[in-house]
């Protein structure tokens, strides 16, 4: 017995898992280099920067499994992106407007004006 | 014997650990921070603030693992995801900046406290496999909330619509924050308001939230990204063990009950909560 799920939950679907599969490769890959010391550390020498800032320092080990974690990060703002299409065609209007009220939601928090810290 | 120079040791238990977090996670709902955060701050020589960081990545990749074996299997529904995922993204936010404002000694202490909370939701919590909904509300007919999924234990396709949509979404508003502030995923209080207040099947509750978490935690790791909270050496071995877990947990949750996870992880976290507020 197959339950017929929406397309948009399929295409969400299909984004989050080759998204998950890459980003397990490339984790791990870059986690190897990092621990091996292949790239130099970063964190041993200095404070971690606030905001983007660290994207500079991905040359460093430490800040290139940074940037993979952030790939993952993006993801469900791809799966929405990638969904809100499909919602206009089926003129799916309160959807719509949620999908890119959340799109909107989750770029403020990755704008990184929103810092705090102690 | 400095414990700190078998570094290796850390990563690799860390790893072992969230891999086996990662499958019980699944099958409770849950992201896994819950247990994650008292465990690994407790027992492993790191500090607070990047043990947080860490149980973030593993409540959010945890849960994007298991996102498309849920969602292709119908266990978990977008519909009824999306409204309630941007009203708590949008509250973790405030938490998470409240939880990062606040000093490391009082932030422990509210886990604490938060922790022997959230038990004492998981264990008088009452459960319903399969709930009764005689008439779904208005806004859950206008958002068009119902579904039907293959319960494979008995092999029979089940149909399910809720209500008390409107209350659910307040309720929404509260556990965005607490998930934000103490980086502890949300799937303790998902679970059982999706369930209990809701009425959706236990097994969509638990995969929705489970797949809730993918969104809401998103805007939290953002947050902490840029906060400077977030340790490769401990996040990476943790993310990689929880998403390997959450690909098995999937399978297994699609033949078994979720319920009885849900008290061994409420009786494994009491024990984390006494020890913190202590």
């Known amino acids: ?12 679907a299909r984004i989050l898992w080759y998204g998950s599969i890459v980003s397990i490769v490339a984790i791990t890959a870059a986690y190897i280099v990092y621990i091996t010391g292949i790239l130099p550390h970063y964190i041993e020498l200095t404070n971690t920067p606030i905001g983007w800032e660290w994207l500079r320092l991905v040359m460093y080990g430490d800040f290139l499994n940074l940037l993979l974690l952030t790939f993952l990060s993006f993801l469900t703002i791809v799966c929405y992106l990638a969904i809100i299409p499909l919602l206009v065609a089926k003129k799916d209007f309160i959807y719509f407007v949620i999908a890119l009220v959340e799109v909107l939601v989750l770029l403020l928090a990755a ?3 929103i810092v705090a810290g102690h | 014997m400095d414990l700190t120079a078998l570094w290796w040791f850390w990563i690799l238990l860390l790893f072992i650990f969230t891999f086996l977090l990662g499958i019980l996670a699944v099958m409770a709902g849950v992201g896994g921070g819950v247990l994650f955060t008292p465990i690994v701050g407790s027992f492993f020589p790191f500090h607070l603030d990047f043990v947080r960081g860490a149980g973030l990545f593993v409540a959010l990749t945890g849960s994007l693992a ?3 074996g849920l969602l292709r299997r119908g266990l978990a529904n977008l519909r009824l995801a999306m409204p309630m995922a941007l009203i708590a993204s949008t ?4 938490g998470a900046l409240v939880g990062l404002a606040m000093s490391t000694n009082i932030v422990q202490v509210f886990l604490g406290l938060a922790i022997i909370f959230i ?10 496999e399969f709930s ?6 208005k806004l859950s007919q206008v958002l068009k909330i119902s579904g039907l999924y293959y319960e494979e234990s008995s092999n029979e396709l089940v149909e399910w619509k809720v209500h008390r949509t409107w209350q659910t979404m307040i309720l929404f508003v509260l556990i965005g924050f607490i998930a934000g502030m103490f980086v502890l995923g949300a799937g303790w209080a998902n679970v059982p308001v999706l369930n209990l207040v809701m009425g959706t099947p236990l097994k969509i509750a638990a995969g929705t939230s489970k797949f809730l978490l993918s969104i809401t935690d998103t805007s939290a790791a953002f947050v902490y990204l840029t906060s400077g909270s977030v340790l490769a050496l401990i996040t990476i071995p943790s993310v990689l063990g929880i998403m390997l877990g959450s690909f098995i947990g999937v399978r297994l949750l699609a033949n078994s009950s979720a319920l ?5 992880l409420a009786k494994r976290a009491w024990d984390m909560g006494v020890k913190y507020e202590s």
């Open chain 1, 1 to 12: 017995m197959k339950v017929e799920v929406p397309k948009e939950q399929l295409v969400y």
């Open chain 1, 111 to 113: 704008s990184g004006l």
């Open chain 2, 66 to 68: 298991a996102g498309p």
């Open chain 2, 91 to 94: 509250s973790s936010i405030a």
């Open chain 2, 119 to 128: 038990v004492f939701v998981m264990l008088r919590a009452k459960k319903a």
């Open chain 2, 132 to 137: 009764v909904v005689e008439k779904p509300d």
């Open chain 2, 260 to 264: 009885c996870w849900c008290e061994e």
